[in-house]
Each structure stands twice: as structure tokens, then as C-alpha cells.
């Protein structure tokens, strides 16, 4: 389900086309959010995060993104192009670049995002949500996507494999490894809030 | 209970248990992230890189209008009555434009003049112009047409760069296409 109304993306587009600055304000408004907050926990820099949201609105406003409403709503076409401008900044600094073929296999070293990078900002005051964002870094690229797309803004699974342009078996396969890797990396979290909450019979089913 | 749907056809990894525990921390995460924004600055730079790219297409578009305006009537006539040569200046345009009034003009506009006009109105007029000027627009590729050029009918709404002389009124005298 969009989080916007499509038909009144198109006639701010349009609108925004014909010169109206108004318009144009009035879609960096209603998009800027979920763009910035897929951007960073994509990438885990709020400055990336922030000249990424920057590019796909200049390419927006010079129209150079050549949007096509019958192929889709913008707020899925700007996904796509955040999530592009990622990959492309990905690649540009990336160490490891795995094989496309074997990016949804059973080998389990396609699911570990390369780290080498340097350390994480700290982005949350929420310790818990740190601690899950911090765990979603180490998810492999193409995993995260999907993660993030279905857990935090809602998309179906027919919006993210357009987005991510796969099948809908590859988004159902890439979030169900996604959660499984989550919940391994996150799990000594999940045994400590169980040992005080939990009586003890209960914490060893849950092991 | 977990978000995945029960029809799922991809057997599930974790538990139900796993899966409840590990979507109230999704919740949290998301919670703590939903009034996450861009940074303030970067809508007033935008909107800044808005108004400067508009302003600029305002001023195309208003040449262009311009030269519709003043030229689309002449070249139309042009193309009436079946002209098909090159009406050009080339042996005229080097002593007209050497005239006072239009020495000036090339260096204003660092256009230069050796290319070839058209002309559009008598020499004589425009040897009498006083105050002619030398304008740069886009004009739709298919006015080559009335020049005896052949336009391909694919690209015939494409732009190409012209020189316009024009009369201190506007008046159109003379044009060049540029390569």
C-alpha cells in the first residue's frame, strides 16, 4: 500500500513541470521522509543518506528522471532511484562485490555485508533500535532492501520487487532469510530481555 | 503475531515465538526512526536550485516565443511560394555588417559573424537599421525546410541554434543557423 496518494503525486509532477514552485515543495515534502529514513538505514550515514534524497530531487526537478505513470506510482519510482544511487555508492566504495548469480544461493557469505568500511555512526538515542539498526548493516545489501521496504514503510511485496526489479518468490525469499539473519545476530539480545522477563521453563523452549 | 503471511509459500525460519519478539523490536526500530527527516538546509537548497532552473528555462522560453512570434509568418511565406534556394548575404554581409552601427554587435554577443545569413527584409532596410542587435535562440529544425534543406520527418520537432538580427523594434531582418 503507497504511504501517498498517487493521483495526487501526478498532479503535483505536473504541476511542478509547468514551473510551480509550490508544487515542487509540496512533493519534496510528502516524499523527503520515507526516502531519507529507507537511505539511511540502507546505508547507515545521515549524510549519504542526505545527498542521496538531494540527487534524486535535483534529477527531479531538471527532469532527467523520465517518470512514467503507467508503468507505476513516484513514490515507488523514487525508491527506485535511492535505492540505485546507493547501489551505484555501494559499488564505488565497496571492497567485496559478490557475485550477481550468487546473491540469493545458500551460501551463507552472501549475507554478510562487508563491514570493512569503518565504524558506524551512532544515529538513535534508542538503544534497542540502535542495536537493530547497527544488526541491519551487517545484513547483506540486498536483504537490507527488502527489510526495510516491508518492515518500515509498509511496501507489498509486489511494490518491492518492482522496486528491486526481482520476482515476488525472490522478495519472499530475501525477507525470510532477512529476518532469519536479524534474529541470529540480535539473538543474545533476545536471551537476555527473555532471562528477565521469562520463567526459566519458558527460557528453554525459547532456546 | 508475525507479519509474514500465514500462505507464505517459503518455510519459515524462526518460530512464531522468534518471530513475535524480533517484530516488536522492527516496531521499536521503526518507532524510533518515523520522525527521522532530511536535514533542514537541503529544502531551501532545492528549492533554491528550483527557481534558478526555471528562471532559466522562463528566458528560453521567452525567446523562443519571441522568434515564433516575429518569424514563423515570414518563414511560412517563404515555404508558400516554393522558395527553394538560399536567399544568403555571404557577399553582402561582410560590408553590412562592417557598417558602424553593427561593430559592436559580434563582441557584445561573441557570436561570430562569418557564417552566412539569410535575409529577411531588403539589404537596403538593414543597411538603414540603426540599432540592429544580434539575438541566440532555439527554432524548431523543420524551418530549414523553407531553405531548400531537407529535414528528417523524425527530427523535425528538434531544436537548432540560430542567430536572429533584429531592429531595435523587434523586427526580424536577417538569421543563421549555426552548426
Not at chain 1, 540480535?186 to 536471551?191: A, G, I, M, N, S
Not at chain 2, 523594434?169 to 543557423?177: C, D, E, N, V
Request: charge should be negative; hydrophobic fraction near 45%; glycine fraction near 4%.
Amino acid at each position: 500500500m503507497p504511504l501517498t496518494d498517487p493521483t495526487q503525486d501526478l498532479t503535483l509532477l505536473t504541476e511542478m513541470r509547468r514551473g510551480s514552485a509550490t508544487a515542487f515543495e509540496q512533493l519534496y515534502r510528502r516524499h523527503q521522509g520515507p526516502l531519507y529514513r529507507f537511505a539511511l538505514l540502507r546505508c547507515g550515514s545521515a549524510a549519504t543518506a542526505a545527498d542521496i534524497v538531494q540527487e534524486v530531487f535535483l534529477a527531479l526537478l531538471n527532469d532527467t528522471l523520465k517518470f512514467d505513470p503507467t508503468r507505476g506510482v513516484l513514490q515507488g519510482f523514487l525508491f527506485g532511484v535511492t535505492r540505485n544511487l546507493l547501489l551505484k555508492q555501494q559499488e564505488a566504495t565497496r571492497r567485496y562485490v559478490p557475485n550477481n548469480h550468487a546473491l540469493d544461493t545458500d551460501d551463507t557469505d552472501n549475507d554478510i555485508a562487508d563491514t570493512s568500511a569503518g565504524p558506524l555512526e551512532k544515529l538513535l538515542t534508542n538503544e534497542a533500535a540502535e542495536n537493530v539498526r547497527n544488526a541491519l548493516q551487517q545484513i547483506a545489501p540486498h536483504y537490507r532492501d527488502v527489510l526495510i521496504f516491508y518492515e518500515m514503510h509498509d511496501l507489498s511485496y509486489v511494490e518491492i520487487a518492482h522496486i528491486c526489479n526481482v520476482d515476488i518468490g525472490t522478495v519472499r525469499s530475501r525477507l525470510s532469510r532477512a529476518r532469519a539473519k536479524l534474529f541470529k545476530l540480535l539473538r543474545p539480545d533476545f536471551l537476555e530481555a527473555a532471562a528477565h522477563q521469562t520463567p526459566t521453563h519458558q527460557q528453554e523452549a525459547i532456546q | 503475531m508475525s507479519r509474514l503471511p500465514s500462505s507464505s509459500s517459503v518455510q519459515a525460519a524462526l518460530t512464531p515465538e522468534h518471530d513475535n519478539v524480533l517484530d516488536e523490536l522492527l516496531d521499536n526500530l521503526r518507532a524510533a526512526t518515523e520522525s527521522l527527516a532530511a536535514p533542514a538546509h537541503l529544502e531551501a537548497t532545492l528549492m533554491s536550485a528550483f527557481k534558478a532552473h526555471h528562471a532559466k528555462s522562463h528566458a528560453a522560453k521567452r525567446r523562443s516565443e519571441f522568434i515564433t512570434q516575429w518569424f514563423a509568418p515570414g518563414f511560412a511565406l517563404a515555404a508558400s511560394v516554393g522558395m527553394s534556394a538560399w536567399m544568403v548575404l555571404a557577399p553582402m554581409a561582410q560590408p553590412i555588417l562592417d557598417q558602424p552601427q553593427f561593430a559592436s554587435i559580434g563582441v557584445e554577443t561573441g557570436i561570430s559573424t562569418n557564417a552566412p545569413f539569410i535575409a529577411l527584409q531588403s539589404l537596403e532596410q538593414i543597411a538603414l537599421e540603426p540599432q540592429p542587435r544580434l539575438i541566440e535562440a532555439d527554432v524548431p529544425r523543420m524551418w530549414l525546410a523553407a531553405y531548400g534543406v531537407s529535414v528528417n520527418p523524425e527530427s523535425a520537432g528538434d531544436a537548432v541554434r540560430a542567430e536572429m538580427l533584429v531592429s531595435a523594434s523587434g523586427q526580424p531582418l536577417a538569421m543563421r543557423f549555426l552548426p
